[in-house]
Structures are given as C-alpha cells and as structure tokens.
C-alpha cells in the first residue's frame, strides 16, 4: 500500500514544485554559510510536531568579477502557500532593482495570466493541492506587474525544443521518477505515511492535517533533485535555470546591483552551483520564510 499511496503522493507533489514555478513570518534566524546551502526545511517543535514548511532565502555577494555592491538572493518557491506568505513576498519584491522570475510561457513579453500561460501539464495537481490542503496559488497572489519584475524562463517553443533536442518527454521524466520512488520504498523501512494520509482524511481539521502529511513528504525530494540535475541535466531544471542566469548576466550589464531570483526551491541546488562557478558569488546568509503554517 505505501508503494500505491505515499510514493504517488510524494512524486505529485514534487512534480507540482516543478510547475512554471505558519503566516508567512519571515525567520529572524540567519546563518552564514561557505558550502552548499540547503532550500527548504521543515521545522518542528521540541515534541517533534510539525510547525511550519519552510523555504530559504540565501544571499550570494560577489567576490570577483562583480565585486563592489552586487548582490543576488536565490528566493526559493513553493507553487502553492499560505497567503500572507505570498503578501511578504511582493512586499519584499519592491527592495531589488530587478527579480527575475520563473514562468513557462507563450511569449517572454506575458505575464502569468496571458497567453498560453496555462501550458503546464501537471496544472491540474496544483489546483487539487491548493483545494484540499487551503492553499493559496502563486500566479494568483503574486504581482508580476511592477517594473521590477523580469520575466527570466523559456517560451513553450523552447521548452519543446529543448525538450526535444534532450529525447525527453513529460512521461519519460514521470517514468524516472517513478521508477526511484520505487527503489526508495524498497530500500527504505515502512514509515507509516500510508496511516498518515488515512489519519487525515478523517481528521476533525482535515485541510490542516494533509498539510503535515504533504510537508513531511516534501522532505523526501532531495533524489529527485538529483535525478533532473545529474549528468548533462534536463530541461526541466539545467537549462531553464542556464535561461535565468542569462537574463542575470543582462541585467548586471546594465548595472543592476541588488537581484532576486524567484524560482521553485527545486531549482536552487543547481542555481546556487551556478552562482558559485560562473559568476563568482558566495553565500553569506540564510533567512528562512514559514511557507506553509502547520500547526494546529
């Protein structure tokens, strides 16, 4: 049974973070980091219950070629969140020259919204995850309108170009992915997510109850990173994010100093690769944002 309901739930859920892209209290708690920081985090409390689905905020400064007053923030996203957690984000979003940001699109002039915005296969999850869990969508919560906001992803012509170019498909990834939920489950002893997701549906708070079930399974995703990122990557995660960092390099040649990247927390591994290689930013701090409240 986990094999039919933990590991469907944990792949749609991850598959959903792909798509583009507590009360949303912004953590004091900032750390310094030198090596690979981590992007989403699930906090508990001293009993081990779950408090809030977390995701990072890191600060990269330059230490090379854009040193003196560059600084870029990789902005991890979850697609679907609590509404005030998207509130901060917009307020948050007036502090940079330019936020580049994550949408799959039928022209790089459209907003979410215009076009062939709805291309996203897997569309259809995000609206059930935001139903059943009360969640709040992102393109509905975001403001994408301010001059600020540069539209840093591929057209739908890229994506199936690349896509294309790779010999990948929408199945194909879905099949790999699959396929290494599976050998986790065999690896890997019962954990009783199973029990959980039943527990929950007959829960007194159900909404609040799928949340701690579906968060717990978020933390579950760091191999499927792995599998979009590994070898010569994918067009889901490589290239979409060698698209961004283009868009980067622009708008740092017109001289823009201070630059969010707002991209799912999927992508940032490799970003924050990226940043360290090619441009010559280092991490220096982590501010952790409460995405998801859990408690009941």
Not at 60 to 80: N, Q, T
Not at 122 to 145: H, R
């Amino acid at each position: 049974m986990k094999l039919v309901l933990s590991k469907n739930l944990l792949i749609i859920l991850w598959l959903a973070s792909w798509c583009l892209a507590a009360t949303g209290v912004w953590a004091q708690d900032e750390t310094d980091h030198r090596e690979q920081p981590r992007f989403i985090n699930l906090q508990t409390d001293a009993s081990g219950e779950p408090v809030a689905l977390q995701v990072a905020i890191v600060s990269y400064a330059a230490e090379g070629e854009y040193r003196g007053g560059v600084s870029v923030d990789l902005i991890s996203a979850v697609h679907i969140g609590d509404k005030h957690y998207y509130s901060e984000l917009n307020r948050r979003f007036q502090e940079y020259d330019a936020v580049l940001f994550e949408l799959v699109t039928a022209d790089s002039d459209n907003l979410p919204g215009d076009g062939e915005a709805g291309f996203n296969l897997l569309s259809m999850f995000q609206g059930w995850m935001k139903n059943a869990l009360g969640l709040s969508f992102q393109l509905e919560e975001i403001d994408y309108t301010p001059g600020n906001m540069v539209h840093a992803d591929m057209t739908i012509s890229e994506f199936r170009a690349s896509m294309a170019a790779r010999g990948e498909s929408m199945f194909s990834m879905f099949m790999e992915l699959w396929r290494a939920g599976m050998q986790q489950s065999l690896q890997r002893p019962p954990s009783g997510s199973d029990f959980d997701i039943f527990r929950a549906m007959f829960s007194s708070n159900r909404q609040q109850a799928l949340k701690q079930v579906a968060a717990r399974e978020f933390m579950d995703m760091e191999q499927f990173d792995a599998i979009m990122a590994a070898g010569d990557g994918s067009t889901l995660v490589t290239e979409r994010n060698k698209k961004a960092l283009q868009v980067l390099r622009d708008e740092l040649a017109v001289g823009k100093q201070r630059i969010g990247i707002f991209y799912g927390a999927a992508h940032m591994p490799d970003m924050g690769q990226r940043l360290m290689q090619d441009f010559d930013l280092m991490p220096q701090r982590t501010v952790w944002v409460d995405a998801w409240d859990l408690q009941n």
